[in-house]
Structures are given as C-alpha cells and as structure tokens.
T-cell receptor
Framework: NAGVTQTPKFQVLKTGQSMTLQCAQD?????MSWYRQDPGMGLRLIHY???????DQGEVPNGYNVSRSTTEDFPLRLLSAAPSQTSVYFC???????????????FGQGTRLTVV | GENVEQHPSTLSVQEGDSAVIKCTYS??????FPWYKQELGKGPQLIID?????GEKKDQRIAVTLNKTAKHFSLHITETQPEDSAVYFC????????????FGRGTSLIVHP
C-alpha cells in the first residue's frame, strides 16, 4: 500500500522557472491538500480539493495553481518560481465525511524546494 | 475560521521524564483533534486522536486529554525516550462539509539521553 506519493523529493529552481510537484494517493480519498512548511510557521494550507474537478484556495495560494482531474492525483504548479517559495511542500489526503466522524490525514514524504 | 494555538514551541526533557504539549482552539464546533509526529526528513504521521465525546484517550506511553469547556487539549508522553524526539503538531476540525483541519505551529521535542 503506497499511501501518498510525492515526487520529486528535492528540487532546485532558478527564479522565474516553472515546475509541477506531483502527488498521488491510492486510498480513494476524496480530500487532498497541499501545505508548505517553513521554520516556525507550522503547516500552512496552499490549496485543497474535496473531489475530482473541485479545488479551492487555502491560506497562502498566491503563486500556485492546482487541478484535480482524477481522484488519485493532485499536482501543484509553480508558474514563475520566486525565492519566497523556497520551502518544504507536503501533500496530504483523507476521507471526507459528512457524519460525525473525521479521519486522519495521510501525508507524503515531502518535496524540498529551493529557488535561487 | 478556526484558530489553533500550540505551546511550547520547543520542549527539552531528560530521558525518562514526562512531556506535555498543549493546544487551544477557538471554534466550539470542532470535534476531532488529532496529534501528528514528524520525524526529521519525513511527513507528519498520526500518533493519536480524540473526538469531542471523549475526555481522555491512552495508547501505551501516549495520552491525550480534551477539555471542551475550556477549548483545550493536551498531549502527554510518559517515560520519554530519545526516539520520541520529533516535531509534534496538534490539529482541530469539525465534521460535515469540507474537512479542513487547522494545525498548530508545532512543538519541537528534544529528549536528551
């Protein structure tokens, strides 16, 4: 059971370059999200999706785009990388419940991105 | 929206001591409170969770308590070991609609041998 798979693990970009961080899950989770983790700032939500074809902005969406064409995949795109986007990025997924129970979030291993 | 405060940001203990990490939340409708452990170079992983209809939950050396009236919950680790050294995150969310957990800023726990 692979869980949540992120690629690449490490990436160095030059300012202005674009790239896509990949995220895939094999647990049939409806909910997927992207976080960035910076020292002292915890996990900040970038974008999230509650199902295929549905995405929404989180706390820090500027400079990032997402799409959700399938249940399994939720790529994060940096259109024009900036040094301020140097961070560790985590993808997470979970079931989306409508009852009284929530379920845990499963995180990928992270992508360490450096923009120079 | 929900706001989760977590303290302390850093906690240093001797092996064998207990460690307590505290979180407060603002939305009284929140009813699910997970705790995640993040080891160096890895993604956060659930270690224990508690729901609003329970006041305390234990799993071996780890326990979580919840005070709904005061809107705070705590993680207790007893007999700490060096492998407990990690960053711990608390989170809060509520059932229904979009499941969007709000995370605390994390506590770096250091257990000295």
């Amino acid at each position: 059971n692979a869980g949540v798979t992120q690629t690449p693990k490490f990436q160095v970009l030059k300012t202005g370059q674009s790239m896509t961080l990949q995220c895939a899950q094999d647990m049939n989770h409806e909910y997927m999200s992207w976080y960035r983790q910076d020292p002292g700032m915890g996990l900040r939500l970038i974008h999230y999706s509650v199902g295929a074809g549905i995405t929404d902005q989180g706390e820090v969406p500027n400079g990032y785009n997402v799409s959700r064409s399938t249940t399994e995949d939720f790529p994060l795109r940096l259109l024009s990388a900036a040094p301020s986007q140097t961070s560790v990025y985590f993808c997470a997924s979970s079931f989306l419940t409508s009852g009284t129970r929530n379920t845990e979030a499963f995180f990928g291993q992270g992508t360490r991105l450096t923009v120079v | 929206g929900e706001n989760v405060e977590q303290h302390p940001s850093t906690l240093s203990v001797q092996e064998g001591d207990s460690a307590v990490i505290k979180c407060t939340y603002s939305d009284s409708a929140s009813n699910y409170f997970p705790w995640y452990k993040q080891e160096l170079g890895k993604g956060p992983q659930l270690i224990i969770d508690i729901r609003s209809n329970v006041g305390e939950k234990k799993d071996q050396r780890i326990a979580v308590t919840l005070n709904k009236t005061a809107k705070h919950f705590s993680l207790h680790i007893t007999e700490t070991q060096p492998e407990d050294s990690a960053v711990y995150f608390c989170a809060a969310s509520k059932a229904g609609g979009s499941y969007i957990p709000t995370f605390g800023r994390g506590t770096s726990l250091i257990v000295h041998p």
